[in-house]
């Protein structure tokens, strides 16, 4: 099991960069942008593949049209995929939004919005 593991992780990984450049130079939508590919799981069969994108400078709700408008060029992203890629079967793509981004960012405006405490242990009381 550990080597189905290890190739289902290189496959995703190589589907991952092969997917990024055909979103970036192929896809013609203006729904989608600046879409980053964030994780690409494989199923130990290799029959389908769930794809995590997030789109760049988008909210949420506009990340999740670019995923639908990503969904219906997904055939056409499989059959590019199988053509630069030397697999006997090409996996299904299944994508879905990743919200990481967007929490890490909200995380991010969370701990800036905090003051800091002049209590005791503060570098200004030295």
Same mark, same amino acid.
């Given at each position: 099991?550990?080597?189905? #593991?290890?190739?289902? *992780?290189?496959?995703?990984? @190589?589907?991952?960069?092969?997917?990024?450049?055909?979103?970036?130079?192929?896809?013609?939508?203006? *729904?989608?942008?600046?879409?980053?590919v964030?994780?690409? @799981?494989?199923?130990?069969?290799?029959?389908? %593949?769930?794809?995590? !994108?997030?789109?760049?400078?988008?909210? %949420?709700?506009?990340?999740r049209?670019? !995923?639908? !408008?990503?969904?219906?060029?997904?055939? #056409?992203?499989?059959? @590019?995929?199988?053509?630069?890629?030397?697999?006997?079967?090409?996996?299904?793509?299944?994508? @879905?939004?990743?919200?990481? #981004?967007?929490?890490?960012? *909200?995380?991010?405006?969370?701990?800036?919005? !905090?003051?800091?405490?002049?209590?005791?242990?503060? *570098?200004d009381?030295?």
């Open positions: 099991m550990p080597r189905d #593991f290890s190739r289902a *992780r290189r496959v995703g990984d @190589q589907i991952q960069r092969e997917l990024a450049g055909l979103i970036r130079d192929e896809v013609r939508d203006p *729904r989608v942008g600046s879409v980053t964030s994780e690409v @799981q494989v199923s130990r069969d290799f029959s389908y %593949a769930d794809v995590f !994108v997030t789109g760049l400078g988008m909210d %949420a709700d506009e990340s049209d670019m !995923v639908r !408008v990503l969904t219906g060029a997904g055939a #056409f992203l499989r059959h @590019q995929l199988a053509q630069r890629l030397t697999l006997r079967k090409v996996p299904t793509l299944r994508f @879905q939004y990743d919200p990481t #981004f967007e929490r890490g960012a *909200r995380l991010n405006r969370l701990i800036d919005d !905090v003051q800091p405490d002049d209590g005791p242990g503060s *570098r009381s030295d």
